[in-house]
């Protein structure tokens, strides 16, 4: 699955541990999350999609 | 802003406690064992040496128990694994050995210590978050299937194998699921 992540968090300069603070996650989890080497559960993705103001489909694309 | 992998110095990684950790506790438990197992003891007349060396032991294993702790504290539940073998491995906990007295004692407080370990890391695993979860539960998967591929194999050569001790079985099975967690930690966390 693809993401925004990396790009989201750069508009807010947020730092990676920054983020991770505020999910209540392990910086290697947006570490891995960012790299779209871990896909991240479903509460995770709405809340990082809520984080952000945005809808789901705005953060997570499915790979085509 | 960073995007590799974390980079941690020897304490923030928590090799320095581990080391701490593993030092207290085969030096505390080669203490006590020493103490409760001198001649002097098991005639009735402990000397002033044997209760220092069982205080020096019981405080040795705090030390051990305080590093551990900070290990978990610090979320570096993994470094909880090797520990625990390592002390499976050295102080062999319910099995009394030489002991010639407070065998009982001695088998029931490793027990009681062995449960309660386990006990702790359960809640720490569900405390912990999902990616975390997800590599332990990898590497208990591979550890699983590593003890049943072990088992199979020891069974062909049982005749010429030495006897299989618990002690070994449940080492090498925690030996496995540590292997099992730090490659699917690197195959999460390290871009290719």
Redesign the interface.
């Given at each position: 699955m693809k993401n925004r992540l990396?790009v989201l968090?750069?508009e807010r300069?947020w730092?990676?541990a920054e983020l991770a603070d505020q999910l209540?996650?392990?910086?290697?989890?947006v570490?891995?999350i960012?790299?779209e080497?871990?896909d991240?559960?479903l509460p995770?993705a709405f809340t990082i999609a809520k984080l952000f103001r945005l809808r789901i489909e705005d953060v997570f694309t499915p790979d085509a | 802003m960073e995007s590799g992998p974390p980079r941690h110095s020897l304490a923030e990684s928590g090799a320095l406690w581990f080391a701490v950790s593993v030092v207290g506790s085969v030096g505390g438990g080669w203490l006590a064992r020493g103490a409760v197992s001198s001649p002097t003891v098991v005639t009735g007349a402990a000397t002033a040496g044997d209760w220092a060396r069982l205080v020096a032991g019981l405080a040795s294993i705090f030390l051990a128990g305080v590093a551990a702790w900070k290990l978990a504290r610090a979320g570096l539940y993994s470094w909880l694994l090797p520990l625990a073998a390592v002390n499976l491995l050295l102080l062999q906990p319910g099995r009394a050995g030489d002991l010639r007295t407070w065998r009982l004692e001695w088998g029931v407080m490793g027990l009681a210590w062995t449960l309660a370990a386990v006990l702790v890391f359960a809640r720490l695993l569900r405390r912990s978050d999902e990616l975390e979860r997800r590599l332990h539960l990898e590497g208990a998967s591979f550890a699983l299937a590593f003890g049943v591929l072990a088992a199979v194999v020891y069974a062909l050569f049982e005749n010429r194998l030495p006897e299989l001790r618990g002690a070994w079985v449940a080492v090498a099975l925690l030996v496995a699921w540590w292997a099992g967690y730090l490659v699917t930690a690197r195959r999460y966390r390290w871009r290719a």
């Open positions: 990396r968090r750069a300069d730092s990676q209540s996650v392990s910086r290697q989890t570490n891995a960012e790299n080497r871990y991240p559960s995770l | -």
